[in-house]
């Protein structure tokens, strides 16, 4: 059983930042594990915005140069920067081990850009 907590979400102005956090335990070995950040906004389909998986870090072109992925593997913690943040980035963000939709996924928290 793995289980994924997100947190840090919230509601921002065009322009800041959030630092969302993932929790996870359970039975995988967090530090060599495939980890990823999706969204999802209303009527849309889920996309992957960010990954990390052997050292190397993927990131969709809309979020390129204003996200950051990053990992604590003592903490078992995922991590996703967003920085200069726009109202298009409005969504529930979702932590994924796996880096797939068969993977394990967290509950979601949501990012809101607005003034």
């Known amino acids: 059983q793995v289980q994924l907590v997100e947190s840090g979400g919230g509601l921002v102005q065009p322009g800041g930042s959030l630092r969302l956090s993932c929790k996870v335990s359970?039975?995988?070995?967090?530090?060599?594990?495939?980890m990823g950040w999706y969204r999802q906004a209303p009527g849309d389909q889920r996309e992957l915005v960010a990954s990390d998986a052997g050292g190397k870090s993927f990131y969709a072109n809309s979020v390129k140069g204003r996200f950051n992925i990053s990992r604590d593997n003592a903490k078992n913690t995922l991590y996703l920067q967003l920085n200069s943040l726009k109202p298009e980035d409005t969504a529930v963000y979702y932590c994924?081990?796996?880096?797939?939709?068969?993977?394990?996924w967290g509950q979601g928290t949501q990012v809101t850009v607005s003034s």
């Open positions: 994924n081990a796996g880096i797939s939709h068969a993977g394990f």
């Open positions: 359970g039975s995988i070995i967090f530090s060599i594990y495939p």
